[in-house]
């Protein structure tokens, strides 16, 4: 199913909005993912309240909620001991956008009769999805429309639509029928992992339909995981009574109007979801019932400006702006709205690969939370980076169950993929054995404590973490013949390379987490002796067990080839022959797509940044020559098949003086979704490479580092641009950074006082001298 798409980018350049101008069915797959809403629990993708009736293969019009999910088994023909048993993914729950029009007996649908003008219209800074056109109908009475959506960033359980009709050259009869409906069913994912899920035919079973005037509740349960949901709708048509009515798995309320030419007719519908994952089931029902009728009582305009208050707070901290490319400055904030969406602010669940946008990956969560989305929240919206790891603090008993079944006495091993906490990757290779999720687990933690000093956190949950996944290390580790701490059998972040020995990547971001857990113990023995004490109880780490591990740490080994003067992805790769790129058509990538596993296994072939990624998280441990001889090597062989991995080498480009690059790289990721350039975008948005174009000005132009807690500028300006600037929350301080051709200018916005280098040249911020202008002729 690969729909014919066009990219946005024929469409306006506005720096705050994404909008089309026309309906079209080439590209009604790519937009109803970008025009998709989410508030990190709902998303509602954006197919028309109509529906869609245009060739198949063109549509996908699901509705997601993050967190909420089926289960079933997974069969192995050939099954092993401890492989992942279970897999969870997220449903397409029932749509309740649905709202049917019809006039004088024809249905609107913007592919029968004429479409006149058409605009449809997000604008960033609103969170309202506004739609507006003209209609004739095949008899030929023509309606204005203008609809507005909206998905409740304050209320996670809530969205609402108000639809208001205008009758241009008739009076007469309109009917408006307002539904939710039951019947739907997820994608099937094929051969291509990044599609969907591996089920077919429905997973949630009608078990009640509720009506009370203009209420409409579908109670639903699914199969295996055992919960209940809600979705309910409850409409409203000002002067007009509602009509309840059921169809199989759909219902909802009929409203037949008496239209007068020239006067708009306004339906406005509000929608929740509540399930069993959440609350008690006996409660759901009620708590819908409230949360819509406060909605309505509130109205539509009230929730418009409450979701433009939520957005002006998180502009407020998250903006980033750049003077001199408007298709940039579109796809940057593009990318952050879309976090903002995503990202499960309860806890309870997390940000998954394509957020709530389509089922691609199925709702699963990866290691793409921490590395590459984490320092986005945290240094723009830090209490969303602490939920972010709440969930995994709320995952720690799966963790350790996990481990049990891997073998390991002690500690514990957070899934590859998961939404639940359980390991759901079926496939080991590139998954299980990707035990780096540990690592990384453990520095968006150590990230977390250096720019909050959140130390009650770290008392509370954030040692527990760090003690037992380090655990694992000394678990798989041993010391080879010359007394090297070895870690074998693990897959790195790049999947074109798999189960190999010392993998660098692994090892010094082990060596790092063995470091952290050592010191953060002493720390908290010292001067917070009772949680202390409370964690070791519970985990029944000694000083004994700690002194293993720094002694594992100062021996890891790191594979260095001294001939190329280069860090070796892992002990075999550059043994092995390098693929054969000259001889691959275009047509062949992505390459997990065209061939097997272990043909690419064989060759010195990445899919993505890998020892290139160590160099940006462990920058202090490079030197920049080092930096620039990895780049140099691992460029050449990397296919960047994964949307993870531009951001990376753009950073590390702009790092090592390779501006162009750094750019070019730098574009590839920060439109990846608006320009399709992956060409699967209508499965839903990749989250990681939004957060990675955060990282890139960042990370990447600004040259901003933390390392132990110690922050650093190295800014350049491309070409194109005449400034940039972000701001950055650090340790109680909020410092706007902006640069342009000639100064880069550091503002103190919040906090008593920041320190930082800018090129190794020291400077305090404090509020009595909150600003410091440096000139970047230098550097020129
Ligand atoms: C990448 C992984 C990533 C996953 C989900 C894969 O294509 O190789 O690193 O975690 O996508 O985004």
Same mark, same amino acid.
């Given at each position: 199913?690969?729909?014919?798409?066009?990219?946005?980018?024929?469409?306006?350049?506005?720096?705050?909005?994404?909008?089309?101008?026309?309906?079209?069915?080439?590209?009604?797959?790519?937009?109803?993912?970008?025009?998709?809403?989410?508030?990190?629990?709902?998303?509602?993708?954006?197919?028309?309240?109509?529906?869609?009736?245009?060739?198949?293969?063109?549509?996908?019009?699901?509705?997601?909620?993050?967190?909420?999910?089926?289960?079933?088994?997974?069969?192995?023909?050939?099954? $092993?001991?401890?492989?992942?048993?279970?897999?969870?993914?997220?449903?397409?729950?029932?749509?309740?956008?649905?709202?049917?029009?019809?006039?004088?007996?024809?249905?609107?649908?913007?592919?029968?009769?004429?479409?006149?003008?058409?605009?449809?219209?997000?604008?960033?800074?609103?969170?309202?999805?506004?739609?507006?056109?003209?209609?004739? $109908?095949?008899?030929?009475?023509?309606?204005?429309?203008?609809?507005?959506?909206?998905?409740?960033?304050?209320?996670?359980?809530?969205?609402?639509?108000?639809?208001?009709?205008?009758?241009?050259?008739?009076?007469?009869?309109?009917?408006?029928?307002?539904?939710?409906?039951?019947?739907?069913?997820?994608?099937?994912?094929?051969?291509?992992?990044?599609?969907?899920?591996?089920?077919?035919?429905?997973?949630?079973?009608?078990?009640?339909?509720?009506?009370?005037?203009?209420?409409?509740?579908?109670?639903?349960?699914?199969?295996?995981?055992?919960?209940?949901?809600?979705?309910?709708?409850?409409?409203?048509?000002?002067?007009?009574?509602?009509?309840?009515?059921?169809?199989?798995?759909?219902?909802?309320?009929?409203?037949?109007?008496?239209?007068?030419?020239?006067?708009?007719?306004?339906?406005?519908?509000?929608?929740?979801?509540?399930?069993?994952?959440?609350?008690?089931?006996?409660?759901?029902?009620?708590?819908?019932?409230?949360?819509?009728?406060?909605?309505?009582?509130?109205?539509?305009?009230?929730?418009?400006?409450?979701?433009?208050?939520?957005?002006?707070?998180?502009?407020?901290?998250?903006?980033?702006?750049?003077?001199?490319?408007?298709?940039?400055?579109?796809?940057?904030?593009?990318?952050?709205?879309?976090?903002?969406?995503?990202?499960?602010?309860?806890?309870?669940?997390?940000?998954?690969?394509?957020?709530?946008?389509?089922?691609?990956?199925?709702?699963?969560?990866?290691?793409?939370?921490?590395?590459?989305?984490?320092?986005?929240?945290?240094?723009?919206?830090?209490?969303?980076?602490?939920?972010?790891?709440?969930?995994?603090?709320?995952?720690?008993?799966?963790?350790?169950?996990?481990?049990?079944?891997?073998?390991?006495?002690?500690?514990?091993?957070?899934?590859?993929?998961?939404?639940?906490?359980?390991?759901?990757?079926?496939?080991?290779?590139?998954?299980?054995?990707?035990?780096?999720?540990?690592?990384?687990?453990?520095?968006?933690?150590?990230?977390?404590?250096?720019?909050?000093?959140?130390?009650?956190?770290?008392?509370?949950?954030?040692?527990?973490?760090?003690?037992?996944?380090?655990?694992?290390?000394?678990?798989?580790?041993?010391?080879?013949?010359?007394?090297?701490?070895?870690?074998?059998?693990?897959?790195?972040?790049?999947?074109?390379?798999?189960?190999?020995?010392?993998?660098?990547?692994?090892?010094?971001?082990?060596?790092?987490?063995?470091?952290?857990?050592?010191?953060?113990?002493?720390?908290?023995?010292?001067?917070?002796?009772?949680?202390?004490?409370?964690?070791?109880?519970?985990?029944?780490?000694?000083?004994?067990?700690?002194?293993?591990?720094?002694?594992?740490?100062?021996?890891?080994?790191?594979?260095?080839?001294?001939?190329?003067?280069?860090?070796?992805?892992?002990?075999?790769?550059?043994?092995?022959?390098?693929?054969?790129?000259?001889?691959?058509?275009?047509?062949?990538?992505?390459?997990?797509?065209?061939?097997?596993?272990?043909?690419?296994?064989?060759?010195?072939?990445?899919?993505?940044?890998?020892?290139?990624?160590?160099?940006?998280?462990?920058?202090?441990?490079?030197?920049?020559?080092?930096?620039?001889?990895?780049?140099?090597?691992?460029?050449?062989?990397?296919?960047?098949?994964?949307?993870?991995?531009?951001?990376?080498?753009?950073?590390?480009?702009?790092?090592?003086?390779?501006?162009?690059?750094?750019?070019?790289?730098?574009?590839?990721?920060?439109?990846?979704?608006?320009?399709?350039?992956?060409?699967?975008?209508?499965?839903?948005?990749?989250?990681?490479?939004?957060?990675?174009?955060?990282?890139?000005?960042?990370?990447?132009?600004?040259?901003?580092?933390?390392?132990?807690?110690?922050?650093?500028?190295?800014?350049?300006?491309?070409?194109?641009?005449?400034?940039?600037?972000?701001?950055?929350?650090?340790?109680?301080?909020?410092?706007?950074?902006?640069?342009?051709?000639?100064?880069?200018?550091?503002?103190?916005?919040?906090?008593?006082?920041?320190?930082?280098?800018?090129?190794?040249?020291?400077?305090?911020?404090?509020?009595?001298?909150?600003?410091?202008?440096?000139?970047?002729?230098?550097?020129?």
């Amino acid at each position: 199913m690969q729909p014919s798409t066009s990219p946005l980018s024929t469409l306006p350049l506005d720096p705050w909005c994404i909008r089309e101008t026309a309906f079209d069915t080439a590209s009604h797959f790519l937009r109803e993912t970008l025009f998709a809403l989410g508030n990190g629990y709902i998303g509602l993708r954006g197919t028309g309240e109509e529906g869609y009736t245009g060739p198949a293969g063109t549509s996908l019009d699901g509705t997601y909620l993050n967190g909420f999910y089926e289960s079933e088994p997974i069969v192995y023909p050939e099954s $092993a001991f401890a492989l992942a048993k279970t897999n969870q993914f997220m449903l397409n729950v029932p749509n309740a956008k649905g709202i049917a029009i019809e006039i004088d007996g024809a249905r609107f649908d913007p592919l029968t009769g004429t479409l006149g003008r058409y605009e449809r219209e997000l604008d960033l800074r609103t969170g309202v999805l506004v739609r507006s056109l003209e209609w004739t $109908a095949p008899g030929g009475k023509r309606i204005a429309l203008r609809s507005r959506r909206v998905v409740s960033f304050a209320n996670k359980h809530l969205f609402a639509i108000e639809v208001e009709l205008t009758p241009l050259n008739f009076s007469g009869r309109i009917t408006l029928r307002s539904f939710v409906d039951g019947a739907v069913k997820n994608q099937e994912a094929g051969d291509d992992p990044r599609v969907g899920s591996a089920v077919s035919g429905p997973a949630l079973q009608t078990v009640a339909v509720e009506q009370d005037g203009a209420f409409s509740a579908l109670v639903q349960r699914t199969h295996n995981s055992g919960f209940t949901l809600v979705s309910a709708i409850r409409s409203v048509v000002e002067g007009v009574d509602a009509d309840a009515w059921q169809e199989g798995q759909r219902a909802g309320q009929t409203f037949v109007c008496t239209a007068v030419e020239g006067q708009p007719l306004r339906l406005t519908k509000y929608g929740s979801y509540h399930s069993s994952r959440d609350y008690p089931e006996g409660e759901l029902l009620a708590r819908a019932q409230e949360t819509l009728t406060d909605a309505q009582a509130a109205g539509f305009e009230a929730l418009c400006a409450s979701q433009a208050a939520f957005l002006a707070d998180f502009w407020a901290g998250a903006d980033v702006e750049i003077l001199g490319d408007d298709a940039l400055q579109q796809g940057i904030r593009f990318n952050e709205y879309h976090l903002l969406q995503s990202v499960g602010r309860d806890g309870r669940t997390n940000i998954a690969a394509k957020g709530v946008t389509g089922e691609g990956y199925e709702g699963h969560y990866f290691w793409d939370t921490e590395i590459y989305i984490f320092p986005f929240f945290l240094y723009s919206k830090p209490e969303i980076a602490r939920k972010l790891l709440e969930y995994r603090y709320a995952g720690l008993p799966q963790a350790r169950e996990r481990a049990r079944q891997m073998s390991h006495a002690k500690g514990a091993l957070y899934p590859w993929r998961t939404i639940a906490g359980g390991e759901c990757s079926a496939y080991f290779p590139a998954g299980t054995a990707q035990y780096h999720i540990n690592a990384d687990i453990a520095y968006s933690i150590k990230s977390y404590y250096e720019a909050t000093g959140d130390l009650d956190y770290m008392a509370q949950a954030g040692l527990e973490i760090v003690l037992e996944t380090a655990r694992i290390w000394i678990g798989i580790g041993s010391d080879d013949r010359e007394g090297r701490f070895c870690i074998n059998e693990v897959t790195g972040p790049d999947e074109y390379t798999a189960l190999v020995n010392n993998n660098y990547y692994t090892n010094a971001m082990a060596r790092m987490h063995l470091r952290f857990a050592a010191d953060m113990a002493d720390q908290l023995a010292r001067e917070r002796a009772g949680d202390f004490a409370r964690v070791a109880a519970a985990t029944g780490v000694t000083s004994e067990e700690i002194a293993v591990w720094r002694d594992a740490a100062a021996r890891m080994h790191l594979p260095y080839d001294g001939k190329l003067g280069i860090h070796e992805q892992d002990d075999s790769f550059l043994s092995k022959k390098v693929w054969d790129f000259a001889n691959t058509p275009k047509e062949n990538y992505p390459l997990l797509l065209n061939y097997h596993p272990m043909v690419i296994y064989r060759h010195q072939v990445c899919k993505q940044a890998d020892v290139v990624l160590a160099l940006l998280l462990l920058s202090n441990e490079f030197t920049l020559e080092d930096k620039r001889r990895d780049f140099d090597y691992y460029e050449a062989v990397t296919t960047h098949d994964s949307s993870l991995s531009s951001c990376i080498f753009s950073i590390i480009a702009s790092e090592v003086g390779y501006h162009d690059k750094a750019y070019d790289y730098f574009m590839e990721t920060a439109r990846l979704d608006l320009d399709d350039t992956h060409g699967n975008t209508h499965y839903g948005v990749h989250t990681a490479a939004m957060a990675g174009t955060w990282m890139g000005v960042a990370y990447g132009f600004a040259g901003m580092r933390v390392s132990d807690g110690a922050l650093r500028f190295a800014p350049t300006l491309p070409r194109k641009w005449q400034h940039y600037q972000f701001k950055i929350q650090l340790r109680g301080a909020q410092l706007q950074v902006r640069v342009s051709g000639q100064v880069a200018e550091y503002t103190l916005l919040a906090g008593d006082a920041l320190d930082f280098t800018h090129f190794g040249q020291e400077v305090a911020l404090t509020r009595s001298a909150p600003a410091a202008r440096i000139s970047m002729e230098a550097q020129a």
